[in-house]
């Protein structure tokens, strides 16, 4: 079974940056889109960015465009989320998730595998 293993999540004064990761060993996965998702304290989990399967097409949450850039290694089967002039609304628990899909898609019913999170805190 493929595992997705997210890291790189911490705590960011706001205006900071952080960059979240996600691995993909022991599988490839190079026809795949893959996507970040997160998500708040009682709140629904919520589309952030999405890559397609060569890394050619990006889309991003509107809350997160210009701040955010989801980038791909296929030959390490890596996943890396950049984001920058974080604020304290983007906290929560950010998800890896590999599409079944070759486009990179903001709906999370096309995400088939997903990592266990890794937490991102933005202090005031």
């Known amino acids: 079974q493929v595992q997705l293993l997210e890291s790189g999540g911490g705590l960011v004064q706001a205006g900071g940056s952080l960059s979240v990761s996600c691995a993909a060993p022991g599988r490839s996965l190079t026809t795949n889109a893959f996507g970040w998702f997160r998500q708040a304290p009682g709140k629904e989990r919520e589309f952030v960015a999405a890559?397609?399967?060569?890394?050619?097409?990006?889309l991003y949450a509107d809350s997160l465009k210009g701040r955010a850039a989801i980038l791909r290694d296929r030959a390490k089967n890596m996943v890396y989320l950049e984001m920058s002039s974080l604020k304290p609304d983007d906290t929560g628990v950010y998800y890896c998730?590999?599409?079944?899909?070759?486009?990179?898609?903001?709906?999370?019913?096309?995400?088939?595998?997903w990592g266990q999170g890794t937490q991102v805190t933005v202090s005031q």
């Open positions: 890559v397609d399967w060569n890394g050619a097409s990006t």
């Open positions: 998730a590999v599409s079944s899909k070759h486009s990179a898609s903001r709906d999370t019913s096309d995400y088939y595998i």
